[in-house]
């Protein structure tokens, strides 16, 4: 497989990835709807205006790339991580 195959293969992996980023980043941000948060929430959505350009020029790189290749011979592939909600550094 060509570099370029993978990165057909890998974008749109981390497209998908990012809007589940993307979710998650929103979801926590409408938790901080109280206005002692406010600063937070607002923070955070200018987190999401931010990952949503990145998912436009992942793309954007994808369509030059000429696409998505169909049925890619990654079995078992695993990124190393879950989506889930972490817990670090709690005492």
């Not at 998912?55 to 030059?64: I, P, R, S």
């Amino acid at each position: 497989m060509t570099d370029l195959e993978k990165l057909r293969v890998l974008l749109p992996h981390w497209i998908a990835h990012n809007h589940e980023h993307i979710a998650e980043i929103d979801r926590w941000a409408k938790l901080c709807e109280n206005s002692e948060n406010i600063q937070v929430k607002e923070a955070l959505k200018k987190a999401i205006s931010a990952a949503e350009q990145v998912t436009e020029k992942l793309q954007y790189a994808l369509d030059l790339a000429g696409g998505p290749i169909e049925n890619p011979e990654t079995p078992g592939h695993h990124h190393g991580h879950d989506h889930t909600y972490h817990e670090h550094g709690k005492n």
